[in-house]
C-alpha cells in the first residue's frame, strides 16, 4: 500500500516547474541587476587596460631613451639584420680571445725554486696557478648581453604600437630572433665546455686522482663540468652505489650506473636563472565557429550572462507553447470523445463504434504562472559544454601535425 502511493505522489509530480509571476520578475530583476554589475566592473576593467597601455607606451619611450644613454652596444631591437650582425660580433668576440690565450701551464716550472739566480721567481705550478685565467666571465657578459636583447625584442613584440610601423616581412624576422638568440646562448655553453675539457690542465681543478671538476657562478646561470681524468678504472670492481658525481657547484647530486660509467666519463651541469625553454612551447590557435558556440565558448563575460538569460527565455517560450499544444490536443480529444459519446447516446447503433478512452490530461499552465527554464537549461549547457570540448579539444580532432605536438 505504501509503495503505491509512492508510485501516485510521483506520478502526480508536475514535469515541469512552475513559477509565480512575482518570482519569474524576482529572477529577472537578479539577472538584469548582474548584468548591470557586470558592465560596471567591464567598464573599470577597460579602463584600467587603457591606462596599462599608456604606462606600457610611456616605458616604452623611457627604455628608449634609458638605452640610448647609456651607449651599451646592443642592437636596435625592431631591425632583425642589426641583431644577427651583433651575434656575429660576438662569436668574433670570442674566437679571438681563443685565439690569442697562451695557457699558464706552459710557464710552469717546478725546478724554478732551485734556481742559485739573484732574480729567480718562483714558478711551481703552486704559484702558477693564481695566474689561472678566469674564462667564464667572457660567456657570463656574452649571455647577459644577449638577454638584454632578448628582453628588448620580447618587449619590441608586445607592443602593437610599434609592430605597426613596421613592414611585415621585417615583424616575420624580428619573430624568429628570440629562439635563434636562446640558441646561442646555448651554443656559447657548449663552446665554454669545449674550451674547459680540451684544457683540463689549466682550467679544471683536480678533486682527487680521477676526479676533475671545473665551476662557475653568476647571476644569469651556474655551470658545472665534472669528468673522470685520462686514468685506467676497473668499474666493474667498485662497490654499490658504483659512482655518484657530487656536483656542489649547482647542488645537484647524480648516482652514475654502470652502463654508462666508461673511461673519461665527462658530465655538464647548467642551471639557468632565465626561462630557455618556453619559447619552445607550440601553440595552437583555435578557430571556433560563431553560429554555434555555446555560452562556455564566449570570452565576454557581459556577453555570456546575457547569453545564458535569453537562451532561458526561449527555453522558457517552448515550454509554454509546448503546453499549450499539449493542451489544445487534449481538449480537442475530450471534445472528439464526448461528441461520440452523445451521438452513441442519441442514436444506438446496432454495431457499437469504439470509443477511444480519454488521453492522460497534461500539465496544466494556470494564469500568472511561468515554467521554470532553469533545470532545462542547465542541462542543455552541461551537454552543449561537453559537445564544444570534445569538438575543439580533444587530441583527435584537432589534427595537429607531430611537429606541432610539443
Keep these: 500500500m ?6 501516485d505522489a510521483v506520478s502526480n509530480k508536475p514535469a515541469v516547474e512552475l513559477l509565480s509571476e512575482e518570482e519569474w520578475m524576482a529572477r529577472r530583476n537578479i539577472y538584469m541587476q548582474r548584468l548591470a554589475d557586470l558592465k560596471t566592473s567591464v567598464a573599470f576593467i577597460d579602463d584600467a587596460v587603457e591606462e596599462y597601455k599608456e604606462l606600457q607606451k610611456q616605458k616604452l619611450r623611457n627604455d628608449k631613451w634609458n638605452s640610448y644613454l647609456a651607449c651599451d652596444g646592443l642592437p636596435n631591437p625592431s631591425r632583425p639584420a642589426e641583431i644577427r650582425k651583433f651575434i656575429f660580433q660576438l662569436n668574433f668576440m670570442e674566437q679571438e680571445t681563443l685565439a690569442n690565450e697562451i695557457s699558464w701551464v706552459l710557464s710552469v716550472d717546478e725546478g724554478s725554486v732551485l734556481s742559485q739566480a739573484p732574480d729567480r721567481c718562483d714558478k711551481t705550478r ?135 660509467l666508461c673511461d673519461n666519463l665527462t658530465l655538464r651541469c647548467v642551471r639557468s636563472f632565465f626561462d630557455p625553454l618556453s619559447h619552445l612551447a607550440k601553440s595552437f590557435e583555435l578557430v571556433i565557429d560563431s553560429s554555434v558556440i555555446p555560452n562556455c565558448g564566449l570570452v565576454d ?39 461520440a459519446e452523445a451521438k452513441e447516446k442519441r442514436k444506438p447503433q446496432k454495431k457499437k463504434i469504439a470509443i477511444p478512452k480519454p488521453p492522460k490530461m497534461p500539465q496544466e499552465l494556470p494564469a500568472g504562472m511561468f515554467p521554470d527554464p532553469r533545470k ?10 561537453t559537445d564544444f570540448f570534445n569538438r575543439y579539444f580533444h587530441p583527435g580532432n584537432m589534427n595537429l601535425l607531430p611537429s606541432e605536438v610539443a
Design 126 to 260: 703552486k704559484i702558477m696557478e693564481k695566474s689561472r685565467p678566469n674564462v667564464g666571465q667572457l660567456y657570463e657578459k656574452t649571455v647577459q648581453r644577449i638577454l638584454a636583447t632578448i628582453e628588448r625584442v620580447q618587449r619590441v613584440l608586445r607592443n602593437d604600437e610599434e609592430l605597426i610601423h613596421l613592414p611585415t616581412f621585417q615583424v616575420r624576422e624580428l619573430d624568429k630572433i628570440p629562439n635563434e638568440l636562446y640558441e646561442e646562448i646555448e651554443s656559447f655553453f657548449d663552446k665554454l665546455t669545449y674550451r674547459v675539457v680540451t684544457s683540463p690542465d689549466a682550467l679544471m681543478t683536480n678533486k682527487d686522482s680521477i676526479l676533475s671538476c671545473y665551476c662557475y657562478k653568476c647571476s644569469n646561470f651556474e655551470l658545472e663540468i665534472w669528468g673522470l681524468q685520462d686514468v685506467p678504472i676497473r668499474f666493474n670492481y667498485l662497490k654499490l652505489p658504483v659512482m655518484c658525481s657530487d656536483l656542489n657547484c649547482v647542488g645537484v647530486t647524480i648516482q652514475l650506473p654502470l652502463s654508462v
Design 301 to 339: 563575460i557581459a556577453d555570456s550572462v546575457m547569453s545564458e538569460w535569453m537562451a532561458q527565455m526561449d527555453i522558457q517560450e517552448d515550454l509554454m507553447v509546448k503546453m499549450e499544444t499539449e493542451m489544445r490536443a487534449y481538449n480537442e480529444a475530450i471534445s472528439f470523445i464526448a461528441e
Design 376 to 385: 532545462i537549461f542547465l542541462e542543455h549547457e552541461k551537454r552543449d559544454c
Design 2 to 7: 505504501v509503495k503505491r502511493k509512492n508510485q
